[in-house]
């Protein structure tokens, strides 16, 4: 088994700077559930990351990481539409500490600022990320994959090391 690789310092900035993010799985029978992520944190040795969801919403995705432990997560800063892809084989599913539900005030008004250029309302994004702190759920993984995801010549390209 490999040691795993910590997470460029930039690429983790990047990561857990309240962007747009979705979270994806798969069952056992290959069939793919999406949901919306309300946050993020990375380890302090940048070798797993935490994408928070809403329970309720994310009763699939939590089922198919349940499953089979895999997950993918993209990461998208909506003004400049740069976007990365974590890919993980590990993923468990753990409680939200007090932390993350902490975050979720700032995470929706961080995220509707990013919006604003796009003059979406306010409103409109704090409902979009909206999650009860009891509805809250972690899930943890070490990224075993890294792709550049923006658009442009180099969308999907494997991204070596940890690099942004």
Request: aromatic residues 4%; hydrophobic residues 45%.
């Amino acid at each position: 088994m490999h040691s795993p690789v910590p997470l460029e310092p930039a690429l983790a900035a990047f990561i857990t700077s309240r962007l747009s993010i979705q979270v994806a799985a798969s069952d056992g029978h290959g069939l793919a559930s999406l949901v919306r992520a309300v946050g993020c944190r990375v380890s302090a040795d940048r070798c797993r990351v935490t994408v928070l969801v809403s329970r309720s919403q994310a009763a699939p995705v939590l089922a198919g990481v349940a499953a089979n432990g895999m997950l993918a997560a993209v990461f998208n800063e909506p003004e400049s539409h740069r976007t990365v892809q974590l890919k993980g084989r590990d993923a468990c599913v753990e409680v939200a500490t007090a932390e993350d539900e902490a975050a979720l005030v700032p995470y929706a008004a961080d995220f509707s600022g990013r919006l604003a250029v796009f003059r979406v309302p306010e409103a409109y994004v704090r409902t979009l990320v909206s999650c009860a702190p009891g509805d809250l759920v972690a899930i943890s993984f070490t990224p075993s994959e890294a792709y550049g995801q923006t658009p442009g010549p180099r969308a999907g390209m494997r991204l070596e090391g940890g690099q942004p």
